[in-house]
């Protein structure tokens, strides 16, 4: 068997290498038709579009995306070439909630948000969005839940803090492709802080920086981008926040998704699967007992990813691709 991987997913290769006869490592953004001609399974990122132009033709039974999302797999057609695809649900929800916690830690440490004065507005109540409820109502915000698939609804006019966990569709019943457009935007009467870890074109980017200059939003902070890695220079000056689509990358993510992937693999190809891969040792020490405040900032900061983010946008891809390990916090009992 041979695999055409991602060469940005860490922690897999070893796995991968015992478990096919071939494994060919490849940037994401690179993997190209001549690739995949003769591969059988194919595992990726966000970076890789998996359409018939990069797969008609190949004798690839299997794609694998080692992410929540999955928009950047065609899948109508890989599904009327009758390949297999999965991608992994839930598998960076901690990570994302994590990410958020330490967002709104800073809220109240430098922006005077007062959680039990305000009201935070979660859009999507997935795998992530219902961490990102938890973490807020453990933080003692007021919290109200938009996701209409679900059959939830609020107005996100009375909210404080807005925070989005949607797939990204542009279609269908309840299309989030510019969600939060103009004429959202226009009657936020609370001058929010809008928050983003989805997908970027969720956000009207542009619709979001007129927001901003007119003080209708009060400030934002944003982890995914439209068109990156190429994001809005201007964009990213004025958000309180901005970093490189590394809001679920902490090695504990990375691995849930990495065995995920193995998982299917050999369900899809009748291995019989004999590999666990564990994150590797945490560079912080753990806390014993109930984290602080102090903590959570300790183990991730975002503001360390978006002051060189800020400092050299450009270097957005290196910046993501090259990632220090992260961990998330696992209490110790005293």
């Known amino acids: 068997m041979k695999i055409v991987v991602d060469d940005k997913i860490p922690y897999i290769s070893e796995v991968l290498d015992e478990l096919a006869d071939e494994v060919v490592y490849l ?8 690739d995949v001609r003769d591969a059988d399974a194919l595992v990726v990122r966000t970076r890789t579009r998996c359409d018939e132009q990069l797969l008609g033709g190949s004798r690839v039974l299997f794609v694998a995306t080692a992410t929540i999302g999955y928009d950047h797999l065609d899948t109508s057609f890989l599904e009327r070439a009758g390949i297999r695809w999965m991608n992994c649900p839930g598998c960076n929800a901690g990570s994302v909630a994590q990410y958020v916690r330490s967002v709104l830690i800073l809220l109240t440490l430098e922006r005077g948000v007062v959680p039990r004065e305000s009201t935070l507005g979660v859009v999507g109540c997935g795998h992530v969005g219902s961490r990102v409820v938890q973490v807020g109502r453990e933080m003692g915000f007021r919290v109200v839940v938009s996701d209409p698939p679900l059959g939830l609804e609020c107005d996100l006019a009375e909210c404080d803090v807005i925070s989005y966990h949607v797939p990204l569709t542009r279609g269908g019943d309840f299309p989030t492709y510019h969600m939060a457009d103009e004429r959202l935007l226009q009657r936020l009467t ?12 969720v956000v009207d980017n542009d619709a979001l920086l007129r927001a901003l200059h007119e003080g209708r939003v009060r400030d934002a902070v944003l982890d995914v981008w439209e068109g990156e890695p190429d ?27 990495d065995n995920m992937v193995i998982e299917g693999l050999c369900r899809h190809f009748g291995i019989e699967n004999r590999w666990k891969i564990e994150p590797p040792e945490s560079p912080e020490p753990m806390p014993a007992g109930e984290p602080s405040a102090d903590d959570y900032l300790r183990f991730y900061n975002p503001l360390t990813d978006s002051e060189k983010l800020k400092c050299a946008p450009e270097q957005f891809e290196r910046l993501r691709g090259n990632y220090a390990i992260r961990r998330e916090i696992n209490v110790k009992k005293a």
């Open 190 to 201: 609370r001058k929010p802080i809008i928050i983003n870890t989805s997908r970027g074109a």
């Open 231 to 257: 994001v809005n220079r201007e964009l990213l000056r004025e958000v309180y926040i901005g970093t490189p689509h590394i809001a679920g990358y902490s090695a504990d993510g990375k691995v849930n998704a």
């Open 27 to 34: 940037p994401g953004s690179e993997i190209g038709p001549a």
